[in-house]
């Protein structure tokens, strides 16, 4: 069974760094695309990055390039979003979610992990 | 990288159809056929209800079914059921390698 876990949310304050995590089982990890997804409680879905499965490709939202950056360690079947000079309008459920083989949609998701910045 | 346009909310009765419309531009939806529809419960993580425009992943009922339309993509739930209420996302590829969703839409069931 595919399965995803985030962790590593926290409240810190603007201008702040964070990394979060996503530990990945029950599937060849380093075959699949890993993206990253926020919601802002109460609000919509927001595409953010995403990473190939062997390291060579990564994308970014236009909200979020210069200040985040996806990594991820194919050894450990983790992916990392390393969050850099946080805004207020950085708060949110950040997601990860596995892109289908060799398709254009995301297929199984985590549950989430909240990260509010707030001075 | 606009959201895509998606209604605030669709409302039906029970056994009714309803559809939501998701519109973007040449650059997402009318780019391509990746376009896909995620339902939304409170407190729940997204789950994939279509993709490719009008593909259904298995375990998904056949009461739901997509289609598009130059720039605008369309989800519809026939026979509408009280656990189809949720809210439903929209997200295109685009020419940039990158996604959008769309603003979400919040369906009621009467």
């Known amino acids: 069974e595919v399965h995803l876990v985030e962790s590593g949310g926290d409240l810190l304050q603007p201008g702040g760094s964070l990394r979060l995590s996503c530990g990945a089982s029950?599937?060849?990890?380093?075959?699949?695309?890993v993206h990253w997804v926020r919601q802002t409680p109460g609000k919509g879905l927001v595409w953010v990055a995403r990473?190939?499965?062997?390291?060579?490709?990564?994308n970014y939202a236009d909200s979020v390039k210069g200040r985040f950056t996806v990594s991820r360690d194919n050894a450990k079947n983790t992916v990392y979003l390393q969050m850099n000079s946080l805004r207020d309008e950085d708060t949110a459920v950040y997601y990860c979610?596995?892109?289908?083989?060799?398709?254009?949609?995301?297929?199984?998701w985590g549950q989430g992990t909240l990260v509010t910045v707030s001075s | 990288q606009s959201a895509l346009t998606q209604p605030a909310s669709v409302s039906g009765s029970p056994g009714q159809s309803i559809t939501i419309s998701c519109t973007g531009t040449s650059s997402d939806v009318g780019a391509y056929n990746y376009v896909s529809w995620y339902q939304q419960h409170p407190g729940k993580a997204p789950k994939v209800m279509i993709y490719?425009?009008?593909n259904r992943p298995s375990g998904v009922s056949n009461r739901f079914s997509g289609s598009k339309s130059g720039n605008t993509a369309s989800l519809t739930i026939s026979g509408l059921q009280a656990e189809d209420e949720a809210d439903y996302y929209c997200?295109?590829?685009?020419?940039?390698?990158?996604?959008?969703f769309g603003t979400g839409t919040k369906v009621t069931v009467l």
């Open positions: 997200i295109s590829y685009t020419t940039s390698s990158t996604y959008v």
């Open positions: 029950g599937f060849t990890f380093s075959s699949y695309w």
């Open positions: 990473i190939k499965g062997d390291e060579r490709s990564m």
């Open positions: 490719d425009v009008s």
């Open positions: 979610a596995r892109g289908a083989y060799h398709l254009y949609y995301l297929d199984n």
